[in-house]
Each structure stands twice: as structure tokens, then as C-alpha cells.
């Protein structure tokens, strides 16, 4: 019997090795199969998670931040024990003592599921496992996919210490509200930095790994809470934190910046703009979208924050003046619900619904309003980001008067006389709060309106490049098109100095006698007629003359004397286009351009003629901190001497292509600076010298100002997206020279101005700058002009003749007597605000679409 049972005994031990020795042969087959094809683990030394990549401002303020994930990348050293405690605690206990994966954890997770009923379920998969899945493999739940796992978890054990596979799982891990990593949920959820965390906080950022989504501080805030109180529990439990913090913890609410009870950073960083979304979107070329949006570029922007806001609210001043004249109230088509707008909970909550295109909230002073109702001539708002007050704020009937309604067939109502001319109950509509200039107080809210006509702003630093302000259109929440940089628009006349700087290369001097009479041109679509908008002439009159006041007809005669093949070679060379159409009409600002190229051709004329490129950076930085690219390549050859002369200043040496001739570029800054004094740009008055030219297209699409000081170059652009007349009193020099005035006013408070550089090599010649005739160096008087020639240009050669371009010049012709200008025939108008403005007469531009009027 003994026998027996000890052979019984015998034989299940002998089947029962035998089953373990298949069953291990198997497991270690199935092992075997899958370890074959296994991704390389290698990268994981070389991981780079896409992190964040910031813009800083001149003064080294965050100004925007661009992500696919938004993640802040921190190193292990850096995570506080605190925060690393808590998801050790949350997701794998014995982190730091398994070989990659947890049998124990395996079994202690059966158990407790099983004895809760599975009401408590824990992962079992531990903090290598989640790396090896989420950044090795895919995470759909099989058998095959957990296998793989198992093998590159113990695998990855014996190439990567722990604590570099924690750094790699903190920051790696999804933690909703596209957040990735610890970082940058902390900033998203607690707007805290992870030192700052308190334990509670901690613990919730600990318990979102499982299910993000299902765990929302808002929507989900009974769960989260239940789930934070949980990781409490495991931190008690583990010995991280003591039962009376456990306890103190578990009984705060849960407090987040999704609940309000926290600004969100996003609100610390200033509106996304034009000048960094244009950043975004040349740098995205430069270095690839994948790089910028996840390579955690760090980005010094050559930004002036206050020029900015500066070009901003220059450019939005006109663009909304412009509109207002017209006096057509369009609103913002945005209407809410009645029902909505009983309680103040309900409309502000419907308000701040009512997107940004819509009601832009980044100008600055304006505010989305709802109409709540009326009471006799005005009209009662609730106002976004303003309290109520016992008496409300009201909308007075005086406050409309400027105004007709565009009705839905697109005509006009009569000029109002009430709020109830112009609006409804429940219309979103943007108001300003008005104020007296002498003390602030208020007098009233404002209508406002976002106006149908765009325009842009631009200004350079003209010896470096650096663009220290732009403003891409009145809004770029209501419209992110960015007309600096991406408009293709016709400049007219302020094409017209690169005709002039090619004449004077070609041996013109600026007081070589042009005919400033009628032509025509044989085209095949016909006689083209170009015509001067007084539809008067000069006769033969000084190159000056013809710029100053923007001649068009002695334009086209130069460009077709020097030919228009040279014309476009100078506006290639100065970067205007690209490949310039060789047309006669293109000499008049025909052929489209941007407002970032002509600027920057502008400023080689105000630096001497040297090449310049435009930037809005001035270096990047990797995620390393190693610069990737720097825009200025100029050297100083004594920065580095601790004993520089006392007075002596660093020496800069620029290695940057001579474009044109020095003496023809400060020629060309004489010509325009008599622009401003004398000519189409005579509104500019500031108190340096200053140079510029007006441009004004067929029919007044677009009207132009680029102009400059000793330092800075800044430019005006206004029109309609869709090109269509601004009206027959449309102007460069009526537009867009006020915008250039009011910015430059305040930049050359910190920039200053100087008077322009006189380059070597020339000399002083006097002119009489009607006639063109030689002067003696003692003439005086207001109708001497010293010229700055240089050799060989002195009333010789081209300089000598009369340039008819081959036109012939007809007899009894209206011609302009000596002193007379093209404002003769204007009308001088008071204004409503009691100012004294010149209308000039309607000008007539002939019979092709073909550029620059003034």
C-alpha cells in the first residue's frame, strides 16, 4: 500500500514536472517568438519628448508659447520628492525594487479587486511598463501587446537606472486639458510650478494617469476628489506623508483654475498677436513645424513691447476713424437669446460664449456688450469684465447720432436719433468707455465697431534689421491675415524713390531737367494715357521737383529713358520683388508687392546703402540652450577690451553688401526729406529730421507712407481686403501720414533721430530748385537747393540734358508757374473737432489701373 502510494505520489510529481517543464518551454517559446521583432529600446537613451517652445520679448518677458503637447521638460534632479512620491504611490509601490514588471503588485491587484468587488481596481502595470508602452509601443489591449511589454520592461531595467525612467514616465505621461507631463499640468491645472504644489495638489496630478478625461475638476469634481482622497490614502500608507496631513488634505476642496479658483497662466502672457504668429510662421519654414511646435525652441524676439502697442493703437485710431466718417453701423451680427438675458449669470455666461472674431477682446479699451433693453432714447448693456451698478450702464442717444443701420438688403436707414435706431434687444455689440483728456473721468460708454477697412504697420531698426513693431490689421482676433507680410498690394508712388535711386546710378543728377508734360503709350489693349492728378504740368522741371511731388508723368519719362530693364534690376537688387514685370506702368508702383519688403528696401537708403535684412528674431535657442541661430553677424572688434579710451564707443564692423552707392542712397534721402518738407508728405512734423514717400494707387485702393529717421524706418498701409476705392479724398499723405506721425512721435523718445549721414567723396553744389539752373556757392534764399554730388555728376552728362524719355512735349499746355504747387485748387475745411484740413481735388489717373498717384 505504501508502495503504491509513494509510486502514485511519484508519478504526479514526474507529470507534474514534466507539465511545468512544457508549460515553461512554451512560455519561454512564446517569450522567444515576440522578443525577435521587438522595437530598439536604444532610443530611449536619446528620447526627446516634445516639449514647449517659448517667445520672450526684448526684455526677456514670456510673451507666447506654441505646442503640439504641451509639455515642460524636468529634469529628475529637479522633480520634488513630494510630487515623484506620489505617483510611485498611485502607480507602482515598489518602483524601485521590481526588475521591471511586479508579480507581487500583479497578485496584490487581483486580490483587492476581487475582495472589493471591483469597485477598487489598480493598474498592474508598473511606471516602466506605461514608458515601454507609450513611447515603444502601441496601447491597444491585447496579449500580444502585454508580452512585448513584459520584455522591454525588464530589458529597459538593465539599461536605464530608475530614477532616468521616472524622468522619462513624469515627463511623458497624458494628464488631460493637453497637458503633458507634471510640468505642465501643474501650470495647466494649480498655475504652479511643482515646487509649489501642496500635498492634495500633488496627489490629484497623481491620480490622473488612469483616466484623465474621466477626472475633470469640473465635470467630474465628486470623482476627482474620491480619487485624489485615494492617493492620499497610498501616500499614508506608503510612510510619504503622516495620517493628520492625510486627513487635512482629504477634507480641502479640490481647487483648480478650470473651477476659477486660479488665473490661468495663458492669462499672465499677453494676446497672441501678429508679430508672434508671423514668428510661428517663418520659423515653422526655417526649421520645420515638427521642430517648432515640439522641439522646445527658446526664441528672443526683437519686439519693443511698447512701439508695439504704440503701432497697434496708431494704426487702429485711423483705421477706425476712417470708418466712423462714413458713419454706416454694421454691429457684430452676434445676437443672444432673450431668455438669456433675465439673470446676470445667464448673459455673461452667453457673453463670453460669443467668439473673438466676432467681439475681439485684444484692443485695447474695448469690451463685448450685450443690449438688455431701453429706456426712452438709450440703451441699458451688460458689459464683459464690468461689473453691474445700481444705475447701469447705458448707451445715450448722443452717442449714435454718427451712425445710419445697414439693413439686410445692404441699404441705409436714415442718421439715428436713438439707440433704438441702431440696435435690438439682445445685440452683442463693443463698447468703449469715453473720457475726458484733461482728468480721465468718464462721460459715457461708446459704440464701437471693428471696420471693414484693413491696414498694416511696420517699423525697422535701419541698420540692423531688427523689426521692432508690427501690426499685421486692426485686430488679430478678428482677423489673423497678416497684411505686413502676406498682402500682395500695389505700393504706387512709394515704389517711385527705386526709379530715381537707377536714374541717379545712371549719371542723372537730382536737378537733371525732366519733362513734365502729357504722353501717351501705344499698348495692345490700347493708348495708355497716364496723367498727373492736377492734370497740370511743370514743362521741364528738376528730377527734385518730380519726386517731391510725386510727377507721374516724369516718372514713366525717366524709366524710359534708363530703361526698364534697369528699373527692375534696382528692384530686385533692393528686394521689392522678386522678378519685376518690365512695364512702363510698373514704374508707377503697378506691380504688387508687401509691406515687409518695401520696408526693408527703405531702410538701405536710410543706412547708407548697404543690405539689410528684415528679422523678428534675434536668436533661438534648442531645448539645451545652444544658439541655433543668431541675425546679427556683424563683429565688434573691442567689446572684449575691459580698457576701451575714455570716449571711445565699441567698434562694429558690418559685413554686409554695399547695394548702391553711398552718395546716391544720401541723394535719395535729400530728395525725400523734401517729400516731407515740401511735398506730398508735408503733414509729417517731428522734431528730427525725417525723410519719406507718400503712395497712392489708381483710384485710391491703397494708399501708402514709408518714412524714416536717422534710425528707424516705419511704414503705412491702408485699403480694403477686397481692393475697392477709399474715396475720392483718399490719400497717403491724408491717411496714413497721421499713423506714421502719432508712432514715431513716441519712438523717438527712446530711438531719437539725428541728422542723415553725409558719406565721403562728394561735394556741395547750389541749384535753383525750380528752374534746375546753377547757383553760386553765396546764393541764399528759398529757392536755393544744395545738391551733395558727386564727381562727374556736376551738370554733366545725363545731368546736363533735358530728359524727355523720347516723348515729345505739346505746346499751350497748363503748365505751373515758378512757387506754385500742386495744392493750388485745394479746399481748406474745418473740421468737427475745429481742426483746419486741405482737400485736394479729385485726381483722374487716366485709363489703366497702373500705380502711384501721390
Known amino acids: 500500500m505504501i508502495r503504491f502510494i509513494l509510486g502514485s505520489i511519484g508519478g504526479i510529481f514526474s507529470w507534474v514536472v514534466t507539465g511545468l517543464f512544457f508549460a515553461a518551454l512554451t512560455i519561454g517559446a512564446i517569450f522567444w517568438i515576440y ?6 529600446y536604444d532610443q530611449l537613451a536619446q528620447y526627446r519628448p516634445k516639449t514647449i517652445s517659448r517667445i520672450y520679448n526684448g526684455d526677456g518677458r514670456l510673451i507666447d508659447e506654441f505646442a503640439d503637447q504641451r509639455r515642460l521638460f524636468v529634469p529628475i534632479r529637479d522633480m520634488p520628492d513630494l510630487v515623484k512620491g506620489a505617483f510611485i504611490s498611485a502607480e507602482d509601490k515598489n518602483f524601485y525594487y521590481h526588475p521591471g514588471f511586479d508579480p507581487r503588485g500583479i497578485i496584490a491587484a487581483m486580490v483587492t479587486a476581487v475582495r472589493s468587488g471591483g469597485r477598487d481596481v489598480r493598474g498592474a502595470s508598473t511606471i516602466t511598463q506605461q514608458v515601454t508602452k507609450n513611447l515603444l509601443l502601441s496601447s491597444d489591449r491585447s496579449v500580444e501587446r502585454k508580452i512585448k511589454e513584459l520584455i522591454l520592461s525588464s530589458r529597459i531595467e538593465h539599461v536605464l537606472s530608475k530614477d532616468r525612467i521616472l524622468e522619462l514616465y513624469l515627463n511623458e505621461i497624458y494628464l488631460g486639458q493637453n497637458s503633458y507631463g507634471v510640468a505642465a499640468a501643474a501650470q495647466t491645472y494649480f498655475n504652479k510650478t511643482l515646487s509649489e504644489l501642496s500635498v492634495g495638489e500633488a496627489a490629484y496630478l497623481a491620480a490622473l494617469p488612469k483616466k484623465p478625461a474621466d477626472l475633470h475638476p469640473v465635470r467630474d469634481y465628486q470623482t476627482a476628489v474620491l480619487r485624489r482622497n485615494y492617493v492620499l490614502r497610498r501616500m499614508f500608507e506608503d510612510g510619504r506623508i503622516d495620517k493628520a496631513t492625510m486627513e487635512a488634505e482629504q477634507a480641502k476642496p479640490l481647487k483648480t483654475v478650470q473651477n476659477g479658483d486660479y488665473a490661468p497662466f495663458r492669462a499672465q502672457l499677453p494676446p497672441r498677436d501678429y508679430f508672434t504668429d508671423e514668428i510661428r510662421r517663418q ?17 528672443r524676439a526683437t519686439v519693443n513691447p511698447d512701439l508695439q502697442a504704440q503701432a497697434a493703437k496708431a494704426l487702429q485710431n485711423a483705421l477706425e476713424k476712417y470708418d466712423r ?3 454706416i453701423w454694421r454691429g457684430t451680427g452676434v445676437k443672444i437669446p432673450e431668455d438669456k438675458l433675465g439673470k446676470e449669470a445667464d448673459w455673461r455666461a452667453a457673453l463670453a460664449d460669443v467668439p473673438t472674431d466676432k467681439a475681439p477682446r485684444d484692443v485695447v479699451g474695448w469690451h463685448p456688450a450685450v443690449v438688455l433693453g431701453f429706456d426712452g432714447g438709450s440703451a441699458r448693456i451688460g458689459i464683459e469684465g464690468i461689473e453691474e451698478d445700481a444705475d447701469g450702464h447705458w448707451i445715450p442717444p448722443e452717442d449714435v447720432t454718427w451712425a445710419r443701420k445697414q439693413l439686410k438688403d445692404g441699404k441705409l436707414a436714415g442718421r439715428a436719433k436713438t439707440a433704438q435706431d441702431l440696435l435690438e434687444i439682445g445685440d452683442v455689440v463693443e463698447v468703449r468707455a469715453m473720457t475726458k483728456d484733461a482728468d480721465g473721468s468718464f462721460i459715457r460708454w461708446s459704440l464701437r465697431q471693428v471696420p471693414k477697412v484693413e491696414g498694416a504697420f511696420m517699423a525697422m531698426d535701419v541698420n540692423t534689421g531688427r523689426v521692432l513693431a508690427m501690426q499685421g490689421g486692426f485686430s488679430y482676433q478678428s482677423s489673423v491675415f497678416n497684411r505686413a507680410t502676406q498682402a500682395m498690394r500695389q505700393p504706387g508712388s512709394n515704389f517711385k524713390p527705386f526709379v530715381y535711386a537707377a536714374a541717379l546710378d545712371s549719371g542723372f543728377s537730382p536737378e537733371t531737367i525732366v519733362i513734365d508734360a502729357p504722353i501717351e503709350v501705344d499698348t495692345p489693349q490700347g493708348l ?5 492728378a492736377s492734370n497740370k504740368y511743370y514743362g521741364p522741371t528738376p528730377m527734385r521737383t518730380g519726386l517731391e511731388h510725386s510727377r507721374n508723368l516724369m516718372t514713366i519719362r525717366i524709366a524710359q529713358q534708363i530703361g526698364m530693364d534697369t528699373v527692375a534690376a534696382y528692384a530686385e537688387k533692393f528686394g521689392v520683388y522678386d522678378h519685376m514685370r518690365k512695364f512702363l506702368a510698373n514704374a508707377l508702383g503697378a506691380q504688387e508687392t508687401t509691406m515687409f519688403r518695401l520696408i526693408s528696401a527703405y531702410a538701405m537708403f536710410a543706412n547708407g546703402g548697404e543690405r539689410v535684412e528684415p528679422t523678428l528674431v534675434d536668436r533661438v535657442q534648442d531645448r539645451y540652450g545652444r544658439t541655433i541661430y543668431r541675425h546679427d553677424t556683424r563683429t565688434c572688434d573691442n567689446c572684449s577690451d575691459p580698457n576701451l579710451p575714455e570716449g571711445q564707443g565699441p567698434q562694429i564692423t558690418s559685413h554686409r553688401e554695399q547695394i548702391i552707392d553711398p552718395i546716391t542712397a544720401y541723394q535719395m534721402i535729400s530728395l525725400m526729406e523734401g517729400v516731407v518738407k515740401r511735398g506730398s508728405g508735408y503733414g509729417v512734423k517731428l522734431p528730427v529730421p525725417v525723410a519719406g514717400k507718400t503712395g497712392t494707387t489708381n483710384d485710391a485702393k491703397d494708399v ?13 498701409y491702408m485699403g480694403y481686403d477686397n481692393p475697392r476705392s477709399l474715396g475720392r479724398h483718399a490719400y497717403g499723405g491724408t491717411l496714413c501720414v497721421p499713423v506714421f506721425n502719432e508712432f514715431m512721435k513716441e519712438a523717438i523718445k527712446d530711438f531719437g533721430g539725428s541728422k542723415f549721414k553725409v558719406p565721403p567723396g562728394g561735394n556741395w553744389v547750389k541749384f535753383n530748385r525750380f528752374t534746375g539752373e546753377r547757383l553760386p556757392d553765396s546764393a541764399t534764399g528759398d529757392f536755393v537747393q544744395a545738391e551733395y554730388l558727386r564727381p562727374g555728376q556736376d551738370m554733366t552728362g545725363l545731368g546736363s540734358l533735358i530728359v524727355d524719355g523720347g516723348f515729345a512735349m505739346g505746346a499751350n499746355l497748363p503748365l505751373f508757374a515758378q512757387g506754385e504747387t500742386d495744392d493750388r485748387g485745394s479746399t481748406t475745411v474745418t473740421t468737427s473737432t475745429g481742426q483746419q484740413k486741405v482737400i485736394p481735388k479729385k485726381a483722374d489717373f487716366g485709363t489703366l489701373s497702373a500705380g502711384g498717384l501721390y
Open 704 to 716: 501708402w507712407f514709408t518714412g524714416f529717421t536717422s534710425n528707424i524706418v516705419a511704414s503705412c
Open 325 to 327: 466718417e462714413l458713419g
Open 283 to 299: 520659423l515653422s519654414k526655417s526649421f520645420g513645424e515638427e521642430e517648432f511646435f515640439g522641439g522646445g525652441l527658446t526664441i
Open 35 to 40: 522578443s525577435r521583432d521587438l522595437p530598439s
Open 528 to 532: 495708355w494715357r497716364p496723367k498727373n
